[in-house]
């Protein structure tokens, strides 16, 4: 199943946060953001609005077209994944329960 697009930015932003070594609780600061909703929107749980990724991302000093990109290149593949197990369930999958039959020859008499 294919992530909701609030669940892949919250994990970019996450990531971006984590790799300057900050806190919540700072972040949530500079960009004037409640901490619980900051973590919230972390975690997928909450759909933030351009205004409100646009102080977080202010306050990571990470250009918003950066996080969009990221995300968008993650959902593209988990996307491309998706697809290629599909094709290979369906496709190449054979249940081992399955019997095949195979008759015998009948010949047939003239007469």
């Known amino acids: 199943m294919t992530s909701l697009l609030r669940e892949v930015i919250g994990d970019v932003l996450r990531r971006a946060r984590v790799e300057q070594g900050r806190t919540?609780?700072?972040?949530?600061?500079?960009?004037?953001?409640?901490?619980?909703?900051?973590?919230?929107?972390?975690r997928g749980r909450k759909e933030a609005s351009s205004e409100l990724l646009g102080a977080i991302c202010g306050?990571?000093?990470?250009?918003?077209?950066?996080?969009?990109?990221?995300?968008?290149?993650?959902?593209?593949?988990e996307e491309s994944r998706v697809a290629l197990t599909r094709e290979d369930a369906g496709a190449a999958h054979i249940d081992a329960a399955t019997k095949v039959v195979i008759p015998h020859e009948v010949t047939m008499a003239v007469a």
């Open 24 to 42: 919540l609780r700072e972040v949530s600061d500079t960009a004037r953001v409640s901490l619980g909703y900051l973590s919230e929107v972390e």
């Open 59 to 77: 306050a990571l000093e990470v250009p918003l077209s950066r996080v969009l990109t990221e995300a968008g290149d993650e959902m593209a593949l």
